[in-house]
């Protein structure tokens, strides 16, 4: 089981999306699978639109590089059993 802790709540990754536990309670927000399992085609597909259509990727190098922050995080976190700040995170687009 996998669970970060966050500011603002804990998130677990979930067979539909993925479980926020928050103050205000537990929700649900659903994650939808692409093409190919374990859903790497939604990435290609991304990267095919955002070329086709002349737009900016969602997923970027700095998504890439928040991305590699957390998994490293969470693997140092296991391995000392302590909390670790993370100083690469940056909002999405919308």
Known sequence: MVIASCERGDLRPSPR??????DDG???EPVPLGR???DKGKVVDAL?????ADRLPLHN???GITTLEVC???V???RTRRDVLLSHQVPTRA
């Open 72 to 74: 490293l995080a969470i």
């Open 61 to 63: 190098g700095r998504w």
């Open 17 to 22: 999306g993925v479980v926020v536990y928050a």
């Open 48 to 52: 095919y639109d955002a070329v086709r």
């Open 36 to 38: 190919a399992a374990p």
């Open 76 to 78: 140092k976190s296991s």
């Open 26 to 28: 537990r929700c649900e």
